[in-house]
Every structure is written in structure tokens, then in C-alpha cells.
Nanobody, 122 residues
Framework: QVELVESGGGLVQPGGSLRLSCVVSGSHFGLKSMAWYRQGPGKERELVASISNDSSTNYADDVKGRFTISRHNTENTLYLEMNSLRPEDTAVYHC????????????????WGQGTQVTVSS
């Protein structure tokens, strides 16, 4: 089974930075799309950033120019570099991956991490 473990969240002042990490472990035969989602208090979960195997990326409008998503394939790790943080960035951030579970499978399966809290406040 695939397991995702996020880390790097915490309390930071406005304008500060954080780097989130997501380590993917367990049996799989390739990671396809990977993404970070977040859900703030009283808000719906939203896609923050995504990256595919061809390294193409997408970002939510509110984080463009401030956040950077990247991956380290050899270590099965996904990162989210967060700069110029704002109070509205406060949310639980979840890692998501789509992973191939068996050799030769075309479609992957969705997996979610437990989430890491990011709080931006003075």
C-alpha cells in the first residue's frame, strides 16, 4: 500500500516562508500526477499546485509567483516551497499522488496524506 507523510508545516509570520515535504512510501510502480491541496477554516478544499511526470505544473491563481512545486523522484518526495506567506494561506495542506500499483497498469490510484497545518499569523 502507498502511504504519504507530509511535514514542514507550522506557524509563520506574514511574509515568511515554509517548505512542505511529502514522502511517498510503500509498494508502487511509478508516480503519476502529484499535487498539493489545502483546506482553510470554513472553506472548500482547493488545489494549490500540481506537477505531472512530464514536469508540467499548474498553480492556483492566489499562489502564482509565491509557491513552487517540485519533486525528487529518486527519493519519492514532493515539495512545496512557500514564500511571501499571507494569513489567507492558513490551511491544512494535503499531499496527493496518483500511483501505479501493479506493473503494466495504465491507470493509477489516488492516495492522500494526513495533512500538515500551516498557520500564517503575527
Amino acid at each position: 500500500q502507498v502511504e504519504l507523510v507530509e511535514s514542514g508545516g507550522g506557524l509563520v509570520q506574514p511574509g515568511g516562508s515554509l517548505r512542505l515535504s511529502c514522502v511517498v512510501s510503500g509498494s508502487h510502480f511509478g508516480l503519476k500526477s502529484m499535487a498539493w491541496y489545502r483546506q482553510g477554516p470554513g472553506k472548500e478544499r482547493e488545489l494549490v499546485a500540481s506537477i505531472s511526470n512530464d514536469s508540467s505544473t499548474n498553480y492556483a491563481d492566489d499562489v502564482k509567483g509565491r509557491f513552487t512545486i517540485s519533486r525528487h523522484n529518486t527519493e519519492n518526495t514532493l515539495y512545496l516551497e512557500m514564500n511571501s506567506l499571507r494569513p489567507e494561506d492558513t490551511a491544512v495542506y494535503h499531499c496527493h499522488v496518483n500511483a501505479i500499483r501493479e506493473p503494466g497498469d495504465y491507470y493509477g490510484w489516488d492516495y492522500w496524506g494526513q495533512g500538515t497545518q500551516v498557520t500564517v499569523s503575527s
